[in-house]
């Protein structure tokens, strides 16, 4: 009779900085079987609630992994999109002893030996096999919406694959017979032996979860939008097919996920947002409680991402994430976005007349032990229910309808229409953003028009690294010499697209367990100032 495995990994140390070796990690394994646990779930149904919704929390729960030995970069997928963030060009965090992410700064977090590349495959791996124990815990006979959570299941699974595959793989398009990462089902029969499925493969599984999620979940009603629904299958899926060139469908998909959303006004972006889950322009989001952020304030999105926390990394610690002046010096001043971040100065009309609870300016205040002054092009367009907030709670968005509105433009122009592209391009920019805005007034190509909008409008939520590596772009950190940009010295450095160092590497933990791994190998460690002359087609 069929077994299940449930595996949980625990950390045996922790340390103080983020730059020092990785803890070893100990599998406990065990079974139990499936017909038990269908039993379970079908006489029980808040047991398989209590599952799924374990699934969720674990996106951006405190203390995921290292639950002994607290690290306060250990929370979850969200900080996976962090993380891949500060590996790009447009995100950068102060190079400092209290800057647990500066091996994203510096790439040393391709060393197999490091937390940092761990806890994101760690992250990848724990969703996959929680949805894969989920799906085969549910019998074919169940009720309808036990039916509705295990294609949620499959939505996250290929969520999870979603994440991985740019990250240990270059795109689709060049590289789908190349060797991407494991493939972990239920029917997987060997974990010790079990070798790097191809992007092709990988993708072929992404799309047979997407499709199943589409087809089941037609009729759901979510009571959360922290729950997938059909529209955010739709949505992942549009991301899936434009990763994959499938212009057409993505351009479907996307429209289907968008349906019933409206973007953001510039009134709503007028003063520093992205903390409600309950925000008309978010399709699928984290809604973090204050009873899950109190397991550990400080190893939260809002303790890093956050400027406005009252007990974070960030403000405390001056590692406030900024964005790059490459960048920022693209975004005219028309755009309600600029203020997303505020100036050389100090300045953004964002926060204008918004004190610190001292009653001192947010931007200038300083609390010992608690905040220090904001750095030029610290962002302030991740805002907080209330300023100095303690309890860092703030929801995060997965999943936007501008991000759908972007993926539709660049979808049909590289279709075949660009002039509808451009259309759906110039309509949300101009209505939503800038009123002054002209897709052929920046001189860019228009493919290179989109990702430059999506690089404005969608800074800090993850996507640099996956539309780096599917657009086969170089990372582009400065041009030709130091005064061109904010980045610290030893993070300032451009890399070819095609460098395999820019491909992470497998944590020790993995090849030590699963002997067929061939390791992603090629590169080294960039320096500074190197490569000063590519160009990204962007910030040119």
């Given amino acids: 009779m069929k077994n299940i495995r449930i595996f949980s990994i625990f950390a045996a140390a922790a340390v103080l900085f983020a730059c020092t070796s990785m803890d070893e990690i100990v599998p406990q394994s065990g079974s139990v079987l499936t017909s038990q646990l269908q039993e379970t779930n079908v006489n029980i149904p808040s047991r398989a609630n ?182 955010v299958a739709y949505g992942l899926r549009a991301r899936a097919n434009l990763a994959m060139e499938n212009w057409e469908a993505a351009a479907a998909d996307a429209e289907a996920a968008m349906e019933g959303f409206k973007p953001a006004s510039i009134d709503d972006l007028s003063k520093p947002s992205f903390y409600s889950i309950k925000d008309g322009n978010w399709i699928w989001g984290y809604d973090m409680t204050t009873d899950v952020a109190k397991n550990n304030n400080y190893c939260t999105m809002d303790s890093w991402l956050r400027s406005f926390s009252g007990d974070g990394y960030a403000p405390a610690c001056q590692c ?23 100036d050389e100065d100090l300045v953004s009309p964002l926060i204008e007349g918004l004190n610190w609870d001292n009653g001192e300016p947010v931007a200038t205040a300083e609390v010992k032990d608690v905040k220090l002054a904001f750095l030029p092009y610290t962002n302030v367009k991740f805002g907080v229910d209330k300023i100095a907030t303690i309890a860092n709670d703030n929801d995060f968005p997965l999943m936007r309808v501008e991000e759908m509105i972007l993926i539709d433009a660049e979808a049909l122009a590289k279709g075949g229409d660009e002039a509808a592209g451009k259309k759906v391009l110039e309509d949300f920019v101009k209505t939503y953003r800038d009123p002054s805005y002209s897709a052929d007034a920046s001189g860019l190509a228009f493919a290179d028009e989109v990702w430059l909008q999506r690089r404005i409008e969608l800074w800090g939520e993850g996507f640099f690294t996956s539309d780096r590596s599917r657009l086969g772009k170089p990372l582009v950190r400065f041009h030709d010499n130091a005064k061109s940009t904010n980045f610290p010295d030893n993070f300032r450095f451009n890399m070819p697209a095609d460098d395999p160092y820019l491909l992470m590497k497998f944590p020790q933990s993995e090849l030590n367990t699963n002997f067929d791994i061939v390791d992603n190998l090629g590169g080294s460690q960039p320096v500074i100032d190197q490569n000063p002359s590519l160009k990204d087609g962007v910030t040119d």
């Fill in 50 to 231: 209590a599952a799924f919704l374990g699934m969720l929390t674990s996106i951006g729960q405190p203390d995921k992994i290292y639950t002994n030995h607290r690290r306060a970069d250990d929370f979850g997928i969200l900080m996976l999109l962090l993380s891949s963030d500060l590996e790009g060009a447009d995100a950068l965090i102060a190079d400092s002893g209290y800057n647990w992410f500066s091996v994203c700064g510096e790439y040393s977090s391709r060393n197999a030996n490091y937390a940092n590349p761990l806890l994101r495959y760690t992250y990848i791996y724990n969703e996959i096999a929680a949805a894969n124990d989920f799906i085969v815990s549910i019998p074919e006979d169940a009720p309808a919406e036990s039916k509705y959570l295990v294609a949620q299941a499959h939505a996250i699974r290929a969520y999870a694959y979603m994440l991985a595959a740019p990250a240990f793989q270059f795109s689709y398009a060049t590289a789908k017979d190349k060797p991407c990462v494991p493939l972990v089902t239920p029917d997987t029969p060997d974990f010790t032996h079990n070798p790097r499925a191809s992007v092709e493969a990988i993708y072929n599984q992404i799309m047979d979860d997407l499709n199943y999620a589409v087809e089941n979940l037609e009729g759901y009603k979510r009571t959360s939008k922290m729950n997938l629904d059909q529209k």
């Fill in 320 to 342: 406030y994430v900024r964005i790059n002046t490459l960048l920022y010096n693209k975004i005219p001043d028309t755009d309600v976005r600029k203020g997303w971040w505020v």
